[in-house]
């Protein structure tokens, strides 16, 4: 049987009153007083709560003062006034008992999702460092190289010190757009970026981006097409600058992960109170089992030789971030050799 203070209480109470009981009847045996058995009655009546409420505020009250340490501190309240409140003159269905423990269970459950929350952030984060100076790694040792070969007597040399001062700058471009992708990512991540949430018109959007990534595309001999009426508006609720680093992030992979001479097209669906965008290339595609990761930091497909063609590996990233603090999704599907949609919603306006 499980016992609590108020059923301690009850027994005790009951106990003692049978005492009285009993007591009164040996009176009257022994001193043959006349008590009515009645009186006898009214006494235990009377004794009866008496005892148990006197019996059940001291064990209350002796229980309280061992835990009271424990639960001041799980309970983290400074407030040790709030915390007897609660425990002692508790009048709900609760016992005592039940509350510590229910209370201990909770505080148990909360903290082991903390620590487990704290270890992935670690290992995350370990793993963040790992890859931000590996990724740096590389253009700082090209640099180095060059420099050092211009200034042991490279720089005399013309036929290669403009060759090798390109190179270096090439590098240290790079070296640019990383830390700048980095940059963008941690104050999404810290929380500090601010949409600027307006109506706009998506298809000028589109046209602007198509303009823009023109000269990209046909160097590829890629062609840029827009599915859907370029005289039809399509208003739609976001920050305009930040969906067109969106669209410039998706047709520039479409334009580097796509077949030459093919096709990056954009088509925009009606979905009640959405719009559906899609970006399809005809290009390389991305693997089942990588699919699920293009969106990590860092991640590049073997395929794609993403880093000799100076991606950083970031642009994903940054674009789920992007759709994220909008509230929408984006997600992607993808054939390996026949090409990738890459497909997120954005609020009608
Ligand atoms: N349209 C696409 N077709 C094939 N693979 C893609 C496409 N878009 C992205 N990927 C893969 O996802 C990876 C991550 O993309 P992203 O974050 O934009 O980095 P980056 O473009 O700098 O390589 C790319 O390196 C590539 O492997
Ligand atoms: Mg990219």
């Known amino acids: 049987m499980k016992s609590s203070p108020r059923q301690l209480s009850l027994i005790l109470a009951m106990f003692f009153s049978l005492l009285i009981l009993v007591f009164s009847g040996v009176l009257q045996l022994i001193f043959y007083a006349n008590i009515h058995f009645l009186y006898s009655v009214l006494i235990v009546i009377f004794f009866f709560p008496v005892f148990y409420f006197v019996f059940r505020y001291a064990l ?39 509350a510590v423990s229910q209370d201990v269970e909770q505080w148990a459950e909360f903290h082991e999702k903390e620590i487990a929350d704290l270890k992935r952030l670690e290992a995350y984060r370990r793993e963040f460092l790992g890859n931000v ?12 190289g060059y420099v050092l070969t211009l200034l042991d007597g490279g720089m005399d040399d013309p036929k290669v010190n403009k060759k090798y001062l390109l190179r270096t700058a090439k590098s240290i471009n790079r070296m640019i757009a990383i830390v700048n992708d980095l940059e963008t990512i941690s104050k999404f991540e810290a929380g500090i970026i601010q949409l600027q949430q307006k109506k706009f018109n998506f298809t000028y959007s589109v046209k602007e981006v198509f303009d823009f990534m023109e000269m990209k595309a046909q160097k590829r001999g ?15 609720m976001g920050d305009r600058e930040k969906i067109r680093q969106v669209l410039i992030n998706l047709i520039d992979n479409a334009l580097k992960y796509g077949k030459e001479s093919g096709e990056t ?15 399809t290339d005809d290009g390389i595609g991305i693997e089942e089992q990588d699919i699920p990761r293009v969106f990590e930091r860092f991640y590049r497909t073997e395929k794609s030789r993403s880093r000799a063609q100076g991606g950083t590996g970031l642009g994903l990233a940054i674009v789920k971030h992007i ?6 999704t984006i997600n992607v599907r993808s054939k390996i050799d026949l090409g990738s949609t890459f497909a997120f919603t954005l609020k009608k306006a």
């Not at 100076?133 to 180095?144: G, V």
């Not at 890629?222 to 739609?236: M, R, T, W």
């Not at 669906?269 to 959405?274: E, R």
């Open 133 to 144: 100076s590996h990724e740096l790694k590389t253009p700082i040792t090209t640099i180095q």
């Open 323 to 328: 759709i994220e603090a909008h509230k929408q």
């Open 265 to 279: 097209s954009v088509s925009i669906f009606d979905m009640d109170d959405h719009v559906l965008i899609e970006i």
């Open 222 to 236: 890629i062609s840029l097409v827009f599915k859907g009426n370029p005289d039809l508006p399509c208003y739609v």
């Open 60 to 98: 209350e009250r002796f229980i309280y003062d061992k835990i009271r340490i424990i639960y001041k501190t799980i309970r983290r309240s400074k407030s040790g006034e709030r915390n007897k409140n609660r425990l002692l003159y508790h009048k709900g269905k609760r016992d005592m008992l039940d």
